[in-house]
């Protein structure tokens, strides 16, 4: 039913800044929260942000609470996500998630559509 795509992901030094994009084919987006996850190479798909149908709310780990900033444009289907002072602790795939359920949900189990992810690697 949803098709996500993410973009953006690139080799960036530490303290730079990144953007990503997810592209969704959703005939109803706004009727979906939209959340960034991350996973590092050995370790568990953590959340980092989520943010409501219509942006009204939005949600952030602490990880990286007042570096990344979650934003969505209804009128073209796409979620962002800005990442500033980024560290290499950072490194990981980040995916872009859909969940219709009720803008709260910050484990990964939740989230009924995913995209093919796209790798952010910050170097020292």
């Known amino acids: 039913q949803v098709q996500l795509v993410e973009s953006g992901g690139r080799l960036v030094q530490a303290g730079g800044s990144l953007r990503l994009s997810c592209a969704a084919s959703?005939?109803?987006?706004?009727?979906?929260?939209m959340a960034w996850f991350r996973q590092a190479p050995g370790k568990e798909r953590e959340f980092g942000a989520l943010?409501?149908?219509?942006?009204?709310?939005?949600l952030y780990a602490d990880s990286v609470k007042g570096r990344f900033t979650i934003s969505r444009d209804n009128a073209k289907n796409t979620v962002y996500l800005q990442m500033s002072s980024l560290k290499p602790e950072d490194t990981a795939v980040y995916y872009c998630?859909?969940?219709?359920?009720?803008?709260?949900?910050?484990?990964?189990?939740?989230?009924?559509?995913w995209g093919q992810g796209t790798q952010v690697t910050v170097s020292l």
């Open positions: 959703a005939r109803t987006f706004s009727i979906y929260t």
């Open positions: 998630a859909a969940d219709r359920g009720n803008g709260r949900n910050t484990s990964p189990n939740e989230y009924e559509y």
């Open positions: 943010i409501t149908g219509f942006g009204a709310r939005s």
